[in-house]
């Protein structure tokens, strides 16, 4: 069974870094993109980052952009989200998300439990 578990979530302060991880596991992780996803207190969740199979291309929000990286360590089954110059606004629980082909030949979305990050002073 397909699981993602995060991990490195905590609180900072305004201006600081954090490195979250998620292991993933029950499916072939090199074959498919994966995505950092958060969601704030009283919001949708929203697309942060995405990541190819390989890691050779990645897309961010706008919000995020030029602050956040994401790479990814096939060998390890690990997807990184690096956050950096965090702000206020960034405090949300960080989702690990994988779309995954089932068995039957669909597709099927799995999330892990999420990490919460808080930025603070």
């Known amino acids: 069974q397909v699981q993602l578990v995060e991990s490195g979530g905590g609180l900072v302060q305004p201006g600081g870094s954090l490195k979250l991880s998620c292991a993933a596991s029950g499916f072939i992780f090199s074959s498919y993109a994966m995505r950092w996803h958060r969601q704030a207190p009283g919001k949708e969740r929203e697309l942060v980052a995405v990541i190819t199979s390989t890691g050779g291309g990645t897309n961010y929000a706008d919000s995020v952009k030029g602050r956040f990286t994401i790479s990814r360590d096939n060998a390890k089954n690990t997807v990184y989200l690096q956050m950096n110059t965090l702000k206020p606004e960034d405090t949300a629980v960080y989702y690990c998300?994988?779309?995954?082909?089932?068995?039957?030949?669909?597709?099927?979305?799995?999330w892990g439990q999420g990490t919460q990050v808080t930025v603070s002073s």
């Open positions: 998300n994988a779309v995954v082909r089932t068995t039957s030949g669909g597709l099927s979305g799995y």
